[in-house]
């Protein structure tokens, strides 16, 4: 179930541009995973699940707990990150408070098929990553 797909991406242009950055981007740059833990944090705090966000960023449910707990330590040490989360929530809240839902455009089967190419990319890019990891891993074991 989608809350809406358009106040999604706005939120993801109000973090971007709050922080410098492009939370799709993939990378693990503290700046980058901390930009996507205040979206994890908004979205969860509007009673968004944590499949549901995922799925908005593509990133697997896992990933956005543990964004979620990182989130709070963050939030209390560091005045910077906490004034930008400030800022994005109120962005944010100030759009729903105004935000008149418009029809979602078709999508023609090309663009749909497109789309879906371009998430499996992201998702075996991010598989390679993955093996990449546990062949690391398993070098270690055999050393050991």
Request: hydrophobic share 35%.
């Amino acid at each position: 179930m989608r809350k809406n797909h358009q106040l999604e991406r706005q939120l993801i242009q109000i973090v971007n541009e709050e922080f410098n950055i492009d939370i799709r981007t993939i990378s693990r740059k503290r700046e980058i995973a901390d930009g996507r833990a205040v979206f994890y944090k908004i979205l969860f705090d509007n009673e968004y699940s944590l499949t549901l966000i995922s799925e908005i960023i593509n990133k697997h449910h896992a990933t956005v707990i543990n964004g979620l707990k990182v989130f709070d330590t963050v939030l209390r040490r560091n005045k910077y990150y906490k004034a930008g989360y400030n800022k994005c929530k109120e962005k944010f809240e100030e759009l729903c408070d105004s935000f008149i839902p418009e029809e979602e455009p078709v999508m023609t089967k090309e663009e749909m098929l497109i789309e879906e190419v371009n998430m499996l990319k992201q998702k075996v890019s991010s598989l390679k990553s993955q093996i990449k990891y546990l062949h690391s891993l398993n070098r270690i074991s055999n050393e050991v």
